[in-house]
């Protein structure tokens, strides 16, 4: 079982930065993926970054050269720099660890950018 505990989110004005943080329970070190996903009302959860066990980062074409995902092991701390914010990222981003078997999932932080 991981707990997954998220912060940084918030209000924000278009073209600002958040950085959002998740925190785990036990190390993240040998996890098969770590990474963020959002979801707006109506749809489904979509990836915004992940970075995986092979060093490996995925990152959605809407966030390319905007969102930055980065990891701290020795904290068991997985990042999302956000800059350049656009009202479109508002919604609710989700954390999420992966390893072969399970996925654990955050309670989620809202994210808004007003014009």
């Known amino acids: 079982q991981v707990l997954l505990t998220e912060s940084g989110g918030g209000s924000v004005q278009a073209g600002g930065s958040l950085r959002l943080s998740c925190t785990a329970s036990?190390?993240?070190?040998?996890?098969?993926?770590v990474g963020w996903y959002r979801q707006a009302p109506g749809k489904q959860r979509e990836l915004v970054a992940q970075t995986r066990i092979s060093g490996r980062l995925n990152y959605a074409d809407s966030v390319k050269g905007r969102f930055t995902i980065s990891r701290d092991n020795a904290k068991n701390t997985v990042f999302l720099q956000m800059n350049d914010l656009k009202p479109e990222d508002t919604v609710v981003y989700y954390c999420?660890?992966?390893?072969?078997?399970?996925?654990?999932w955050g309670q989620g932080t809202q994210v808004t950018v007003s014009v």
């Open positions: 999420i660890a992966q390893s072969l078997q399970d996925e654990y």
């Open positions: 036990r190390s993240i070190f040998g996890l098969n993926a």
